[in-house]
T-cell receptor, first 114, second 114 residues
Framework: KNQVEQSPQSLIILEGKNCTLQCNYTVSPFSNLRWYKQDTGRGPVSLTIMTFSENTKSNGRYTATLDADTKQSSLHITASQLSDSASYICVVSDRGSTLGRLYFGRGTQLTVWP | EADIYQTPRYLVIGTGKKITLECSQTMGHDKMYWYQQDPGMELHLIHYSYGVNSTEKGDLSSESTVSRIRTEHFPLTLESARPSHTSQYLC?????????????FGPGTRLTVL
């Protein structure tokens, strides 16, 4: 069964600190992995997208890594800001269908305190 | 921010009422999707469309129906709302043939059925 598991479920950090969120997946055949940020009451917004051949990708203070062999990804947030408080969702796409089906994790709820 | 819109943003309605959730996008995307998301849970695909006059059911069984008469418009209808339909509904779209099948999400409609 294709699954995406994220950890931790929730995380509280102080403003200015760094943090790392984890994602493990079993989706096969793998196409790409993306991290989304979802603010409360809003739709998800894409942060990074990585294919099989990409090990790391950055978007400002967000850096995602991918190990396709172990089927693990991480999202590292540097120098956190209050506006980083949101749910971060790991999403994996398969290449076995014309739809390009997406498999969603439940997200990590990040809270940044001043 | 993506040009995809959902109305209403919030809806509180009594059991048995018929409701239609609106979704429109101005990007000319062929593919459109409806997801259902409960608090702390992953997004579940309930409907999708490859283009005009194309609609398919997703992974999660839903009593809702959809239509796609125009490329930019993908409304979702519940003929008789029940408390079990209380959830957040997210609409998304993507471009046919895009490399990553990146989906752009609307802000969502939070539905509460009393």
């Amino acid at each position: 069964k294709n699954q995406v598991e994220q950890s931790p479920q929730s995380l509280i950090i102080l403003e200015g600190k760094n943090c790392t969120l984890q994602c493990n997946y079993t989706v096969s055949p793998f196409s790409n992995l993306r991290w989304y940020k979802q603010d409360t009451g809003r739709g998800p917004v894409s942060l990074t997208i990585m294919t099989f051949s990409e090990n790391t990708k950055s978007n400002g203070r967000y850096t995602a890594t991918l190990d396709a062999d172990t089927k693990q990804s991480s999202l590292h947030i540097t120098a956190s800001q209050l506006s980083d408080s949101a749910s971060y969702i790991c999403v994996v796409s398969d290449r076995g269908s014309t739809l390009g089906r997406l498999y969603f994790g439940r997200g990590t709820q990040l809270t940044v305190w001043p | 921010e993506a040009d995809i819109y959902q109305t209403p943003r919030y809806l509180v309605i009594g059991t048995g009422k018929k409701i239609t959730l609106e979704c429109s996008q101005t990007m000319g995307h062929d593919k459109m999707y409806w997801y259902q998301q409960d608090p702390g849970m992953e997004l579940h695909l309930i409907h999708y469309s490859y283009g005009v006059n194309s609609t398919e059911k997703g992974d999660l069984s839903s009593e809702s129906t959809v239509s796609r008469i125009r490329t930019e418009h993908f409304p979702l209808t519940l003929e008789s709302a029940r408390p079990s339909h209380t959830s957040q509904y997210l609409c998304a779209s993507s471009e046919r043939g895009s490399t990553y099948n990146e989906q752009f999400f609307g802000p969502g409609t939070r539905l509460t059925v009393l």
